[in-house]
């Protein structure tokens, strides 16, 4: 079975993380900081807060810009559901806001229709959160651009999209954005087995997310509400969580970081592959924004929705790991529940009648890669 995606652990990964075994240090030690200094530098943002889980990292994303109860957060229903989970996790409202047919990121037309209408209800969102699906950065320009218009906190969720680039910028730099988060799950472009990274621009923002991360505590003297006790004193200044990265997980992730650009260049190539061999099949390739460089987490066809299930279980009897990302958050059960249901967002809808991600990962050999082609064309003939 190939399948749609998996991680790539060199001897040099393997190595990393054995000397932080036979170190003094299993967590809270050097390598954390080590790994969100790569990131920072392969980004080009001031700060950088790892994490366990790039869930965690929009959770305190969104706790340091405040949303809580009473607030609206927005996001794309194409998407896992965590991205909409986080702002209920806060107390907060969450709604969606319908795709682009071609990219699969939100619609910047659909977006800004939409923030006239709450603008007139007097009922704008706090935070709004693109998420950079496949890997594709969605047209930050525009939506910035309309974020600054109305008032909006935006948080990226690039999940998919660490060494993307949108024009000149790197993904993540948080230009157009408050806060950016990466994903190091095994199956994204780099990992750390589970782990996240929030980048900003903003000290303070970074600060917050330091404290929220290891229970809201701080040993900063100029932060405590009375003088030290001595050496050892701390205080709990906030109500935080314990989402902190381990030193494993750091080690292996700054290795992993040393290739990024080299593993960006090969699931581009990849992706080319894909776009030329694909041509004369009866489907839809993944659409690319102009000036964006995907890091390509995803490659996603769309066939008709009829047949979707046939083909995607002939590529699976086939030997073809084929996956569906993703179902549309708001036809989830427990969504649905709070007053969701099909028809509220008719994009999305459509893109996941028809959608197949097929495999594409850095190991992926030009021989497997044939496989997949060749299987998809028996899959639709």
């Not at 750091?250 to 592959?273: I, K």
């Not at 659409?287 to 996603?300: P, T």
Request: aromatic share 6%; glycine share 8%.
């Amino acid at each position: 079975m190939i399948p749609y995606g998996r991680q790539q652990i060199t001897p040099e990964d393997e190595a990393a993380v054995l000397a932080v075994l036979r170190s003094d240090w299993l967590t809270q030690g050097p390598k954390v900081p080590e790994f969100e200094a790569a990131v920072t530098r392969a980004t080009g943002a001031a700060h950088g807060v790892a994490v366990n889980s790039a869930t965690s990292a929009l959770h305190i994303a969104c706790l340091a810009l405040g949303l809580g109860p009473g607030d609206l957060m927005w996001t794309s229903p194409v998407t896992f559901v965590a991205s909409a989970n986080v702002g209920r996790l806060c107390g907060a409202e969450v709604d969606f806001v319908d795709i682009d047919a071609e990219t699969f990121n939100i619609c910047p037309r659909a977006l800004e229709a939409k923030l006239a209408t709450a603008a007139q209800a007097g009922r704008l969102p706090k935070v709004l959160m693109p998420v950079h699906m496949c890997g594709q950065s969605a047209d930050m320009a525009r939506i910035g651009a309309l974020a600054r218009r109305y008032g909006v906190r935006v948080i990226e969720d690039a999940s998919h999209a660490i060494g993307a680039r949108l024009g000149e910028r790197p993904v993540g730099d948080c230009a157009r954005s408050d806060i950016c988060v990466f994903s190091f799950h095994p199956v994204k472009i780099v990992t750390t087995a589970e782990g996240g990274v929030a980048t900003t621009n903003d000290a303070m923002l970074a600060a917050a997310m330091a404290r929220l991360r290891s229970h809201g505590v701080t040993r900063d003297s100029a932060l405590m509400t009375e003088p030290s006790h001595g050496p050892w004193y701390y205080q709990q200044i906030e109500l935080g969580l314990n989402y902190r990265m381990t030193e494993l997980q750091a080690a292996l992730g700054v290795s992993q970081m040393a290739r990024l650009a080299d593993v960006v260049a090969r699931r581009t190539a990849l992706a080319d592959a894909y776009d030329a061999a694909l041509a004369g099949l009866p489907l839809r390739r993944p659409g690319r924004l102009e000036q964006a460089q995907s890091s390509w987490h995803l490659y996603v066809v769309r066939v008709a929705a009829e047949r979707r299930r046939a083909v995607f279980e002939a590529l699976r009897a086939d030997g073809i790991g084929v996956n569906v990302h993703y179902i549309p958050v708001h036809l989830q059960p427990w969504w649905r529940a709070q007053g969701f249901g099909p028809g509220d967002f008719p994009v999305a809808e459509a893109y996941y009648a028809g959608a197949i991600s097929i495999p594409l990962y850095a190991g992926l050999s030009d021989e497997d890669q044939a496989r997949v082609v060749a299987a998809l064309g028996r899959a639709l003939a």
